[in-house]
Every structure is written in structure tokens, then in C-alpha cells.
């Protein structure tokens, strides 16, 4: 093959790879801003169901911040990533802060996970980083690839740590996952069980209103009531965030490739047109040299 032909077929696939990541570029910025909507739709959704929570819980005359957690019972963690690649250190990132730096920066154990505790990632790409480590995985999901599947996906997630709870005697719940930024994403630690019942009965102190609530539902029932809705919401807040985070990486690193593609495209086409004009050149001298022989025979 020659140096032009091969640099034509250098072109067509690179030409053919933009098109690829234009797409991709496309249907990621359109996703951000769908996560992110079904997330935000959810905040005044939180506040309501937090404000209930206080209600109940300042009905109560129990003091809330003397319960303690026992440390000697299991700890569950979730660590969610994404099922796709092309994401940047979306997953690498994640990872790394939910079994290592988090502990490093906040619980003084640099660089280990609690004795106690299990993992269970989220999303193909998350699995695949935390098995070579040498940690054994409690469970394994697969990410929800749209808004209508993050609903019986939550519901799949409550139900597997209820069955922990019952049968491991888990009492702490962590989720570690990635919060979008302007065109950039950073991992956050959120603890969903046990539930900070002494913060949300202080919250009650900012209730916006000047009639006082009130509620006729027995206590008991009213508050599981607003706990199943409290867990419903974090999780699916979380992995929300956490596909809306996804996409912002994988959009910037379309962009990062589109530019790339597009800085080697103009270096094949130069050198396809420095080729091709070398060939031409080459031509026409082995034209005019014969040109020339043909005359001197003549002559």
C-alpha cells in the first residue's frame, strides 16, 4: 500500500471516529441535563418529606442525640459508578475516595476500610475497579440506563438492605457517589442509615409558616411512613446526581477527543497534500525526463 493510500484510509477513520464522538458528545450533554432534572425535581419533594420527619420527631420527648451506634455492627457500603466506559477517571475516581481517601480524611484510617464492613458496587465499570483490589463484594448491580428504570432499581436497592439489616445485622449505610459540577464532577459520602433523627428534629425550628403542624395519623405509622419515603428519595437522589456526574465526564472527555481528532486530522490531511504533491512533482519530472530522452533520440 502506498504512503497516500494509507494515509486516505488514516483520514476516512478518523473522520469516521469525529462523527462517532460528535454523537456521543450530543447525547451526553442531552443526558446531563435530564438527570439533573430529575434530580432537582426532587429537592422540594426532600425538604417536604424532611419537614414531615420533623414533625413527627418533635412530637416526640425522646433525645435523639443519645443514641449511639453500636461500632461493632456491620457497615454497608455503595459505591456507585456507571456500567460505560468513555467517562474519563469518572469511575477510577470514586473508587479510590470510597475505599481509601474518605477513611483517610475523615475516620483516621488511612487507606483501609472498617474491619466490619461490606461492599456492593453499582455499574459494571465500578465492579471491574474494586475486584483487583482483593475486596470481596457483598452484591453487584447494574446502573439504571434511563429516568423510568432508576425507580424499580431504588426499590431493588431497599429491599437488599433490609435483607442485610435482617440478616447480616447491618445498622450503617453509606453511599459513595459523584455529584456533577460545571464541566467537572467531585465525589461525595452521604450516610443514609442511621438516620440523623436529632438534625431533623431541630429542623423544625425552620419551618416556614405561622400556623403550627399538626398531624391526626398514629406516630408510629406516619413515621415509618416518611422513612420509607426519606430512604426512597436519598437513593434516588444519589443515583440521579450520580448518572447526571457520568455524563458531565464523559461529555468533557468527547470534547478533550473531538479536539485531539480534529489536531490529527489537519496533521494527515498536511501530510497527504506534502504526499501528494511530492507524487505530482514526481510525475511530471519522470515526464519531462522523458520528454527529454524522447527529443535527444530524435535529435
Not at 39 to 53: M, P, R
Not at 74 to 91: E, K, M, Q, T, Y
Not at 170 to 195: D, G, Q
Amino acid at each position: 500500500m502506498s504512503t497516500l493510500e494509507a494515509l486516505q484510509k488514516q483520514i476516512a477513520s478518523g473522520e469516521d471516529l469525529s462523527s462517532i464522538v460528535r454523537t456521543m458528545k450530543a447525547l451526553a450533554a442531552t443526558s446531563v441535563r435530564q438527570y439533573e432534572k430529575a434530580a432537582e425535581s426532587l429537592d422540594d419533594y426532600y425538604h417536604t418529606v424532611e419537614l414531615g420527619l420533623s414533625v413527627v420527631l418533635g412530637s416526640q420527648t425522646e433525645n435523639f442525640s443519645n443514641l449511639a451506634l453500636d461500632e461493632n455492627k456491620p457497615l454497608l457500603i455503595f459505591v456507585i459508578g456507571s456500567d460505560h466506559g468513555l467517562a474519563g477517571r469518572f469511575n477510577e475516581q470514586i473508587v479510590n475516595y470510597a475505599l481509601e481517601e474518605y477513611w483517610s480524611e475523615y475516620e483516621g484510617t488511612p487507606g483501609a476500610l472498617p474491619s466490619n464492613s461490606y461492599v456492593a458496587a453499582v455499574g459494571e465499570q465500578a465492579i471491574s475497579r474494586i475486584e483487583p483490589t482483593g475486596i470481596k463484594l457483598a452484591a453487584s448491580f447494574n446502573m439504571p440506563s434511563s429516568i423510568s428504570a432508576i425507580t424499580p432499581f431504588i426499590q431493588q436497592l431497599l429491599e437488599e438492605i433490609e435483607s442485610w439489616r435482617n440478616r447480616e445485622g447491618v445498622e450503617k449505610v453509606m453511599l459513595f457517589y459523584n455529584r456533577p459540577l460545571t464541566a467537572s464532577f467531585s465525589p461525595r459520602a452521604e450516610t443514609l442509615l442511621p438516620v440523623d433523627l436529632a438534625r431533623l428534629k431541630e429542623t423544625r425550628l425552620e419551618w416556614e409558616s405561622r400556623s403550627l403542624p399538626v398531624f391526626t395519623m398514629p406516630t408510629e405509622n406516619l413515621l415509618s411512613a416518611l422513612l420509607r419515603q426519606y430512604f426512597f428519595v436519598s437513593l434516588y437522589r444519589a443515583c440521579a446526581l450520580s448518572l447526571a456526574a457520568e455524563n458531565t465526564s464523559r461529555l468533557a472527555a468527547m470534547q478533550a477527543a473531538e479536539k485531539n481528532i480534529a489536531e490529527r486530522l489537519d496533521e494527515l490531511k498536511t501530510s497527504y497534500q506534502h504526499e501528494r504533491q511530492a507524487a505530482i512533482t514526481e510525475e511530471l519530472l519522470d515526464i519531462i525526463s522523458g520528454f527529454k530522452a524522447v527529443k535527444g533520440s530524435l535529435d
